[in-house]
């Protein structure tokens, strides 16, 4: 009799306490997959917090802000050539944001492309507030923004005045265990509702509603009435194909501008460093001097190889940029190009 009732007392006892850390498990294993985070830290915050999942969550992710920090601090001079540049867009905002990191094989890391989606998104949201904010008379249909590094690392997340971007940044780098860094972003913003918008990356992986490459463009238009018909692009132009046939030529042609600059006399002369009489002197003996023509003809065709309109279209060699808009009636009001890693001038 007495057997019986310390075996059930024990069986009782067995009973709860199987109960509790199978709730713990439970538990251990929703807050592993929500934050992803090591099993030993999950672990430890539930025990901490007396199995309260919220307030778990929230100590893991402190201390990991704290050693997300510590870890950039300690890898900020090492050098970023490597990431991938994002890009997110709809009919009135087009963003395109430059993140980088240490190696290729990171910038492959889920953790780190969802990261560069996350940044992109934050300037998206961004960029429309400013352009919002912005006197809707100008005369301008296109607005274009310009963040540099300072500038983003500012920005708030999800309307929150406690995270900056800067804070996610450095939890990354605690957990991928590279230096990172938000190198630059640009928009084109739309203040006409005639204005659309195209862009393409390469190679492209799409993420949500954002775009990662390693290259990428964008450009803005408006269609008008085609000013000049020419039968023989009616027969080979697929309209649909445009937008992005036009993306890639300005990812693999790099052009400067949209047109052609003409400067003024007064700012060509400006550009002319100052001469020295003897280095003058040594040089025409060594070489011979150009014509004025010459240097201006070679200037032209410089400015014409940067300008896209002057550029022979990738898609259709035989048809210039401007041949091709004309024809289909677009007028490009303006576009932007990232490479990543690319020098800035």
């Known amino acids: 009799m007495l057997f019986r009732r310390l075996f059930h007392h024990t069986s009782i006892v067995s009973f709860h306490s199987s109960k509790v850390m199978t709730a713990n498990q439970s538990l251990l294993s929703t807050l592993r997959k929500k934050t ?16 309260d999942i919220e307030k778990a969550e929230t100590w893991l992710n402190s201390q990991a802000q704290a050693q997300g920090w510590a870890k950039a601090a300690k890898l ?11 890009i997110r867009l709809d009919t009135k905002c087009a963003v395109m944001v430059e993140v980088n990191c240490e190696t290729d094989f990171v910038s492959k890391n889920e953790k780190f492309q969802t990261l560069v989606a996350q940044i992109t998104e934050t300037c998206f949201k961004k960029s429309l507030a400013t352009v919002s904010a912005l006197d809707t008379t100008q005369e301008s249909s296109l607005v274009k923004l310009g963040f540099d590094s300072e500038q983003l690392g500012s920005l708030q997340l999800n309307d929150s005045k406690n995270s900056k971007l800067s804070d996610l ?59 000049v018909e020419t039968p023989e692009l009616s027969e080979i132009i697929d309209l649909e194909k445009l937008p992005k046939q036009l993306c890639q030529h300005i990812i693999g042609m790099n052009p400067r501008t949209i047109e052609k600059v ?55 060699p035989e048809f210039t940029v401007r041949e091709v808009m004309s024809h289909v009636g677009w007028d490009i009001k303006g576009f932007l190009r990232f490479e990543c890693g690319e020098s800035l001038e």
């Open 36 to 51: 992803g985070y090591a099993i030993t830290n999950c672990k430890k915050a539930l025990e901490m917090n007396n199995n």
């Open 76 to 86: 900020q001079s090492r050098s970023t050539p490597n990431g991938l540049v994002g």
């Open 169 to 227: 940044l450095a939890l990354n780098i605690g957990l991928i265990g590279e230096n990172m860094a938000v190198r630059r972003a640009a928009a084109l913003c739309a203040t006409s509702s005639n204005i659309k918008f195209s862009s393409c990356t390469h190679p492209q992986q799409v993420l949500g509603e954002s775009f990662l490459g390693k290259y990428a463009a964008v450009f803005a238009y408006e269609e008008c009435p085609p000013s």
């Open 262 to 316: 003409n400067k003024l006399p007064e700012e060509e002369l400006a550009e002319k460093p100052p001469s020295d009489e003897k280095a003058e002197q040594s040089s025409s003996e060594e070489k011979t001097e150009k014509l004025p023509s010459e240097e201006k003809k070679e200037k032209s065709s410089s400015d014409e190889e940067s300008a896209l309109y002057h550029q022979e279209f990738l898609a259709y």
